[in-house]
């Protein structure tokens, strides 16, 4: 386990994205007597749990573009994923899609609340549960035995997504938006897609 947690801390996208995490927690610590920062920090917590399905589901699963530039992107984002599952390389989230999309999120927040300790609490919510996020993500991809009945039925729920059919468990966490959005089958239900592991041949 050492082995794994030294490889996932010390990815560039990972190790810069902990360091980020450190900072925000630097800022919110100090105020975690105020409830609000607590609400805060379940709020963006929360809020990448339920972006994690719909990124996944609705952007990195969509139909091949035409535009070649744009093809480029969703293959390092997620195609090329599925063509090579265990690739550590092809495995996190690169920083050039993760960052700005946590800097719009926390701009949101600060217009919506005008208050900047909420907002360092909703970014950390937001930026620990990416990490809980990549490490889950992570795990399901190596030879790493999760402890919990949960954890172990979300591993296998995951290597389903790629394995047996593309267009169920969308969850890399949790289960609860697949539940939610009716993607979430036995898998002895459901059939063999020819595709999960190209999603460029997709009709």
Known sequence: MKKYGREFITFPDVTVMVIIFAVMLGF?????YDWRVWAAIG??????????YMIHRFLFHIKKPKNPFLLKLIKRLHYDHHVDPDNVK??????WFSFP??????GICYAITGNLNLTMGFATGVIGYFLYYE????VAHKP????????????KSHLWHHYKNENYWFGVTHRAV???MGTYRDHKEVEKSDTARDLEKRA
């Open 28 to 32: 919110t610590i100090p105020n975690l």
């Open 43 to 52: 709020v963006g917590m929360m809020t990448y749990a339920i972006s994690e």
């Open 90 to 95: 092809l495995l996190f989230l690169p920083l």
């Open 101 to 106: 999309n946590f800097i719009i999120l926390v």
């Open 135 to 138: 490490w889950k993500h992570f």
């Open 144 to 155: 790493i035995q999760p402890v919990t009945k949960m954890g172990k039925q979300i591993k």
């Open 178 to 180: 697949d539940k939610t």
